[in-house]
T-cell receptor, first 114, second 112 residues
Framework: IAGITQAPTSQILAAGRRMTLRCTQD?????MYWYRQDLGLGLRLIHY???????GKGEVPDGYSVSRANTDDFPLTLASAVPSQTSVYFC?????????????FGQGTRLTVV | KQEVTQIPAALSVPEGENLVLNCSFT??????LQWFRQDPGKGLTSLLL?????REQTSGRLNASLDKSSGRSTLYIAASQPGDSATYLC???????????FGKGMKLTVNP
């Protein structure tokens, strides 16, 4: 089934540790995104990539980095995790040509920083 | 800065009712508007996408309308069912980009 795969599904992480959240899509979409979802704050954009080789900052980029070496993969790295990064992280993709800009989301990664 | 608002935050209705969910946005220069459904502990599923040049889209019992000039969209759910219980989110994109700005969602409960 075509879609977006995120890993891990959930993780408990000690503060100060480095972690990479993985995201892979098989729809050949140009654009990919990382959002975080927090109670009372909704979904907020962390970083995005309009095409392979380019990335950009969203609304809440501090403490996070991304890379886009190819079309399919868009990992999100927390260099030194802090408790405020406890959240549910969603990866998404879209393509203005093949799917008219419709966004497709992964199942999410629930991250707890202790 | 674009802001998207969904009111109320929660709604509980008996089965069979026709429902209208509201979404408003502050900047009318949008690229598209999407309605999503999110079940507990799950990701988001796109229900309907309305391009900025369109006025409405329909899928089964769902109909979404867009009034760009007034900064409003509505999602109409006909003959609601318990399986429609979920959180519904509205999101807009701008500037030819597909980056989304989300409302905080509306939690719908349809009681049998």
């Amino acid at each position: 089934i075509a879609g977006i795969t995120q890993a891990p599904t959930s993780q408990i992480l000690a503060a100060g540790r480095r972690m990479t959240l993985r995201c892979t899509q098989d729809m050949r979409h140009n654009a990919m995104y990382w959002y975080r979802q927090d109670l009372g704050l909704g979904l907020r954009l962390i970083h995005y990539s309009n095409t392979a080789g380019t990335t950009g900052k969203g609304e809440v980029p501090d403490g996070y980095s991304v890379s886009r070496a190819n079309t399919d993969d868009f990992p999100l790295t927390l260099a030194s995790a802090v408790p405020s990064q406890t959240s549910v992280y969603f990866c998404a993709s879209s393509d203005s040509i093949s799917d008219r800009g419709r966004a497709f989301f992964g199942q999410g990664t629930r991250l707890t920083v202790v | 800065k674009q802001e998207v608002t969904q009111i109320p935050a929660a709604l509980s209705v008996p089965e069979g009712e026709n429902l209208v969910l509201n979404c408003s946005f502050t900047d009318s220069a949008i690229y598209n508007l999407q309605w999503f459904r999110q079940d507990p502990g799950k990701g988001l599923t796109s229900l309907l996408l309305i391009q900025s040049s369109q006025r409405e889209q329909t899928s089964g019992r769902l109909n979404a309308s867009l009034d760009k000039s007034s900064g409003r969209s509505t999602l109409y759910i006909a003959a609601s069912q318990p399986g429609d219980s979920a959180t519904y989110l509205c999101a807009v994109s701008q500037g030819g980009s597909e980056k989304l700005v989300f409302g905080k969602g509306m939690k719908l409960t349809v009681n049998p």
